[in-house]
């Protein structure tokens, strides 16, 4: 198979990147937590570094702030190396997972500070202090401390703050990690209104794949120190370009099987077709079937409908207006799917523990990857 791991989005070559790291390495002693990144940040643009915990996201954005050394490798901001600048001399505002707030000074000071520190002027600070307040939602909260705000609050202060010298990046350290369900939600609504608002570059720091579908321009999935994939939300979820992209965004099925060549493949006693393969595995290879829960059809099946059969509906699991079902066929040998239903499905087509249904995998939504090329859990 080819290498899919560099495989990215198409992006403009002709526009000077915002950001443009070559080759970085982090090592912390014998450990490599970051190898040969290469990344274009495009101006304007919400970039989600999304992977789970370890994989070396952090340290990324810690060296674009400066606030880390590289081992190896550059930073440039818009064409200008940055790579050995320290903190204070890099163009950009940051916010952290914790508000970190100053507790003694007001609201209005807490995000006129770094202007204060520029030598602003007392009038401009003050009518930009107001602006950034109106921007944030917080019109009246200027003369109250941070202890009087509540989290998702002092957060709007903090991205007052972060952009109140009108820099040219913007980085988020898992903003919204501190925050309960609901204000999360609500806050990453605002952040990205905000963001397309002033029309930041951003780059935003996550381990939550929700956050990053909703938000993001392009994701940035990173594994084990390495990008395994850049894409828009939709091309990463859809075409994932590796089983841990896969596996990580979104929920997947996955199937064993035998490629039997020509996009055909042995799962238990079916033969399953899959259009989008792109029929570079051996006959014999051991090859993994990637199905998303909503890839399969219920209506319209007809004798010949690809990958049709009939299941046994082993669970049922009630979320609300969708819903997932456990089924399993004797023709896949026991392996187990778990396939969405919305609410309105389950009671017409009576989709219900012991049930059989007839069910369709679809075909040109199952990915394939090499089983040895899938990561040990
Ligand atoms: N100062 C350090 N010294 C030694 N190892 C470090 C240091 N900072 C980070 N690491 C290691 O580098 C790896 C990447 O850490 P990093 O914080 O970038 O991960 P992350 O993807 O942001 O994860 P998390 O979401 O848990 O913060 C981890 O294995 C971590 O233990």
Not at 54 to 69: D, F, P, S, V
Not at 134 to 160: D, H, I, M
Request: hydrophobic fraction near 40%.
């Amino acid at each position: 198979m080819t290498d899919t791991r560099l495989i990215t989005s198409p992006v403009s070559t002709a526009a000077p990147a915002a950001l443009e790291i070559i080759g970085v390495r982090k090592d912390f002693e014998t450990f490599s937590a970051l190898r040969d990144v290469h990344l274009r940040v495009n101006p304007g643009e919400m970039l989600c570094f999304l992977g789970p915990s370890g994989c070396g996201k952090t340290t990324l954005l810690r060296i674009i702030a400066g606030l880390e050394t590289q081992t190896a490798g550059q930073i440039l901001q818009n064409g200008k190396d940055v790579s050995w600048l320290s903190p204070d001399k890099r163009d950009y505002g940051i916010v952290f997972q914790s508000y970190a707030l100053f507790p003694n000074l007001s609201i209005a000071e807490n995000i006129g500070y770094g202007l204060v520190n520029s030598r602003a002027k007392r009038g401009e600070i003050k009518a930009r202090v107001e602006e950034l307040l109106k921007l944030v939602g917080l019109p009246t909260s200027g003369n109250k401390y941070p202890s009087q705000l509540s989290g998702g609050q002092q957060q709007r202060v903090a991205l007052a703050r972060a952009l109140a010298t009108r820099p040219g990046l913007l980085l988020l350290d898992e903003p919204l990690s501190a925050l309960d369900a609901l204000e999360r939600i609500r806050l990453r609504g605002e952040i990205r209104r905000l963001q397309k608002q002033v029309g930041i570059t951003t780059i935003m720091v996550t381990h939550d794949q929700e956050e990053a579908l909703s938000m993001a321009d392009r994701i940035v999935v990173m594994n084990h120190g390495v990008i395994e994939q850049v894409g828009t939300p939709m091309e990463v979820y859809e075409q994932p370009a590796t089983p841990f992209v896969a596996d990580f965004v979104g929920k997947v099925n996955v199937l064993r099987s035998v490629a039997l060549g020509n996009h055909r493949f042995q799962v238990g006693d079916m033969e399953l077709e899959c259009d989008a393969c792109d029929g570079a595995f051996d006959p014999g290879e051991a090859v993994n079937l990637y199905l998303r829960p909503e890839d399969r059809a219920v209506e319209h099946l007809r004798d010949d409908t690809p990958n049709r059969l009939r299941a046994k509906v082993t669970k049922v699991e009630f979320l609300g207006g969708l819903c997932i079902a456990e089924v399993t066929a004797d023709a896949l040998h026991g392996q187990v799917l778990g396939l969405h239903f919305s609410l309105n499905q389950l009671h017409d087509l009576d989709i219900r523990e012991g049930n059989t249904i007839d069910i369709a995998l679809r075909a040109n939504r199952i990915r394939a990857f090499s089983a040895a090329s899938t990561p040990k859990p």
